[in-house]
Structures are given as C-alpha cells and as structure tokens.
C-alpha cells in the first residue's frame, strides 16, 4: 500500500531558529513531490519536485528530493511566527497520497 | 481569478441523514478531487474526476459518491450519516490529471450529531 510518513509530527521554534522537516514515500509510480502549508482551511501550495528538478528554493523556503532515499526535505531558515501552520508532504502517483503534516508553531 | 469555491461552508447533520457539497473549480480546470481531512488520519483521497467521468477512487465505503458537471462544477454526497463522517471535506482543481499542483478550496467543515 502506497504511504507518506512525516517527521517530526510537532515541532515548537523560536523565531530566527532554522527547521528541516521530513518526508519519506513507499510508493509505486511515483510522478512528483508536493509540499503545502495549511494555516486555517485551504492547504496553500509551497513546491513541486519531480526527477528533473530536485530541488526547489523560495526566499526563506527551499526544498530537496532525494529519489535514491525517497524522501524530501523542507528547509525554513529565520523562521517567522506567520510561519507557523501545518506542513504537508504529498506524493503523486495516479492520485495524491498526503502525509498526516508536521505542525510547525514559532514562538516570538 | 476566483479561487475553488465550496458550499456550504459549515453544516450540522444528524445520524442517518445524508449530505451534499459543492465544489466550483478554478475557472478551466477540469480535474476535481476530494480529500477528507481529520486529526487523526490527515487528508485523505476521496475521488477524483475528469470531464465528467470518476476517474479514481479511495478506500471509503459506497456511501461515498460524487458527480462532475459539463461545467467542471462536482457534487459529492454521503448517505446515511455517521458520526466518524464528521471531518473537514476538501475540494481541489488542477488544469490536467496527474500533473502539478492542486488548488484547494476552503472546504466544507461537515459535523454529525
């Protein structure tokens, strides 16, 4: 059964602190890698990944694949209260396999 | 450009009753998917549908359905409520199927009494 795994499943910061978040996939037919945040309702989309573009960076934000090891990293540098929220990892296989998140909270 | 536009946006059922939502797509999307979203078990896949025909399913019983209009716009019911339904129930729209990135709506936040 295909799965996403996310880690760590809380994580509590302070603002200037840098954070990696995990993702790891067992699936078949792996097409690409998705990352979106989700602070009240809508999951608001960060970075896609897929084979030929491993790697992916916006402004504090960036995010790398590693298909050897399946799995995805994604890097927050100076973090910023706005951002906390939940971070989810999906993968996209003939539909989209979300991960249960990685609650994010930066404390000022 | 309007976003994915659901309806209603919060609702209370009781047991045994039964419930429609609507998603509107971002205006040219054609793919329309549906994920239900709990704190214990995340987002999970619904069905998804493509010029008006299901073309994926997840693991939910059949009291699960959906439809998609010739407009794009979809439907999803559930039948015979119960109280483990209770969940926040997302709609996403993307251009295509299988390729990049899904634009969620607000979702329906659906509670059963």
């Known amino acids: 059964e295909d799965k996403v795994v996310q880690s760590p499943l809380s994580l509590v910061v302070h603002e200037g602190d840098t954070v990696t978040l995990n993702c790891s996939y067992e699936v078949t037919n792996f097409r690409s890698l998705l990352w979106y945040k989700q602070e009240k309702k809508a999951p608001t989309f960060l970075f896609m990944l897929?084979?030929?573009?491993i790697e992916k960076k916006s402004g504090r934000l960036s995010s790398i694949l590693d298909k050897k090891e399946l799995s995805s990293i994604l890097n927050i540098t100076a973090t910023q209260t706005g951002d906390s929220a939940i971070y989810l990892c999906?993968?996209?296989?003939?539909?989209?396999?979300f991960g249960t998140g990685t609650r994010l909270q930066v404390f000022p | 450009k309007a976003g994915v536009t659901q309806t209603p946006r919060y609702l209370i059922k009781t047991r045994g009753q039964q419930v429609t939502l609507s998603c509107s797509p971002i205006?040219?999307?054609?793919?329309v998917s549906w994920y239900q979203q709990t704190p214990g078990q995340g987002l999970q896949f619904l069905f998804e549908y493509f010029s008006e025909t299901q073309r994926n399913k997840g693991n939910f019983p059949g009291r699960f359905s959906g439809r998609q209009f010739s407009n794009s716009r979809s439907e999803m019911n559930v039948s015979t409520l119960e109280l483990g339904d209770s969940a926040l129930y997302l709609c996403?729209?993307?251009?295509?199927?299988?390729?990049?990135?899904?634009?969620f709506g607000e979702g329906s936040r659906l509670t059963v009494l």
């Open positions: 205006s040219g999307h054609r793919s």
């Open positions: 996403a729209s993307s251009l295509s199927r299988g390729v990049g990135e899904l634009f």
């Open positions: 897929t084979s030929s573009g």
């Open positions: 999906a993968v996209h296989t003939d539909k989209l396999i």
